[in-house]
């Protein structure tokens, strides 16, 4: 090839639109080890699969590992904003969300389509950059506790939730919940939630009453025998896949076998695989059947996944990146955090190929629908069935 055939060929090339060139960086902050890290490589690997497939040259996406940790998390989310990112994307937790928030916020970042109901996340006056897609969980324990009265007629619930600001989110859903819907108490009963002004000392008071364990721990023996004893007809529970597992796994061994939800944050198939004994034991989901492909949106969604692991965590991280990228394109001019957001903010009941997602200038929570699902497993076959209504359940066997 001549000089003048090789300079032209050169700038052609340049006029191409690679991955290099992508007009959006997207940083990824989730755990991808430590006690999350069956979640972590799901919810990173939905994003990764949407951009590889529909939006590779628009998207360069970066992922890095927090542990499941804030200060890692807030580390990562530093550096992101260094270095340009206009999309905070698919953090995954509510303890490593609120760390990086704030960041978000002082640097007019963007923080899109987190793996965590908390609700903070949909405050547009305390977080105006902050976009969440998936339902609440306050929505979520709601309709936990109104299945548990409508269904089974139960009055008495327990928690078995985190100990941090995830599992406080579910102690403040289940009393919202238990307001919301007569006729159901929680037990052992709480001692009211502290305030902003509240002391260490509160908090270790407030917590010793609520059955709980610590953050990247298993430690659930003292929470099981709480609950045990409690007299509870359900229990509710706010907490990751193995404590969960755990703790379920001993409460049927003692012979209780009372319905047991957990919130969609638990990991479905990760809790599920190490399940002794399914019997009575539900999930709440936050988005459609990943394995039924009615919906245009999941068809897409299996045939870009081919034959890779359908889960409902990378589903929903999938989903998140399409409906970003629905934004993206509808941007006019320069692509920056701003006018994505204004994009976003003018999305109002957009199709996501069968899956309705509105947000606005005051409403910062895309979709509000939630399911439940019961688990069956079968050896080592796991299924996850939606039901529109809970089984009985005996609440001790003989």
Known sequence: MNQKLLIMFSACCLLLPTQGQAQVKLGQ??????????????????????VEKRAANEFALTTKDDGYEPDRARANTEEYIKNGTQVLFGYLGTPTAKAALPLANDSKTLFFGAGTGAVFLSDVKANPYSFVLRASYDTEVENMVRHLKDDLGIKKIALFVQHDDFGLAGVVAAVKAVDAVKGVEIVPALPPIPGADATVDDWNKFWKEVPNYKRNTVAVGSAVRQVRGSGAEAVILVATSRPASLAINQWHKMGYSVPMLNISFVGSTSLATRLHDSEHVYISQIVPDPWNAKLPIVKQYQDDMGDGKIDFLNFESYLAASVLHQAVKSVKGEVTSESIKTALEGMTDYDAGGIKVSFGPDDRRGMDAVYLTKVEKSGETVK???????????????
């Not at 069956?38 to 949407?50: D, N, R, S, T």
């Not at 996850?384 to 003989?398: H, P, Q, S």
């Open 29 to 50: 902050s989730c755990a991808l080890t430590g006690s999350l890290n069956e979640l972590g490589p799901e919810m990173a690997k939905g994003v990764k699969l949407y």
């Open 384 to 398: 996850f069935v939606y039901v529109d209504k809970l089984a009985k359940a005996e609440a001790e066997k003989k």
